[in-house]
């Protein structure tokens, strides 16, 4: 099993771009979520899903999209990147929102917004 | 509004010493707290909490919940520089998690 995948590892926008965040899982979990991470701020959710075709809204979830068309991915859509968007994202699955013990985080994506 | 607090932000200690970090929630419909630890990636995972007062243990790690003061603790005893880290209080409600801002633990020789 690769667990949770996250690409890119890196990416640099200008502002105003558009990009895709993709992330998969191979280990048949329902639930996935995108997480930003800031200084001093720890994790925030932005987007979480409890299985295929449902998804819904988190604490911060103002400037991006995510949709679950399959068990495995659950990409996260930056509509038009701006500076206050630039973060450590990081994906996480699990077996069901109530088993977090088995929750798997993926390597994360370091995005810059200039 | 939901809130997790973590206490204190930063902490440094030197090798052998015990300590203690803080984490203190007012949520709704509170299912479990956990405990991560994030060293240059991505967290992993140490304890979840659900019953007050049963203590998880793991090797020097400890932790406990008090469901009536809405905290935990995490107990490091005799540590090593290893354990520095930033450690990461969540509380999970009915389909979220909500996380603390992380204790950053600086462990020198």
């Known amino acids: 099993n690769a667990g949770v995948t996250q690409t890119p590892k890196f990416q640099v926008l200008k502002t105003g771009q558009s990009m895709t965040l993709q992330c998969a899982q191979d280990?048949?979990?329902?639930?996935m979520s995108w997480y930003r991470q800031d200084p001093g701020m720890g994790l925030r959710l932005i987007h979480y899903?409890?299985?295929?075709?449902?998804?819904d809204q988190g604490e911060v979830p103002n400037g991006y999209n995510v949709s679950r068309s399959t068990t495995e991915d659950f990409p996260l859509r930056l509509l038009s990147a701006a500076p206050s968007q630039t973060s450590v994202y990081f994906c996480?699955?699990?077996?069901?929102?109530?088993?977090?013990?088995?929750?798997?985080f993926g390597p994360g994506t370091r995005l810059l917004v200039l | 509004e939901d809130k997790v607090v973590q206490s204190p932000l930063s902490l440094v200690v030197h090798e052998g010493d015990t300590v203690t970090l803080n984490c203190s929630y007012e949520v709704t419909n509170f299912r479990s707290l956990l405990w991560y630890k994030q060293e240059k990636k991505a967290p992993t995972f140490l304890f979840m909490l659900?019953?007050?007062?049963i203590e998880k243990k793991s090797g020097r790690l400890s932790s406990i919940l008090d469901k009536k003061e809405l905290s935990s603790i995490l107990n490091i005893t005799a540590t090593q520089t290893g354990d520095s880290a930033i450690y990461l209080c969540a509380v999970v409600r009915d389909n979220d998690m909500r996380f603390g801002a992380g204790t950053r633990l600086t462990v020198k020789p």
């Open positions: 899903s409890v299985g295929a075709g449902i998804t």
């Open positions: 659900t019953s007050s007062g």
């Open positions: 280990m048949n979990h329902e639930y």
């Open positions: 996480a699955s699990s077996y069901s929102p109530l088993v977090q013990e088995t929750q798997y």
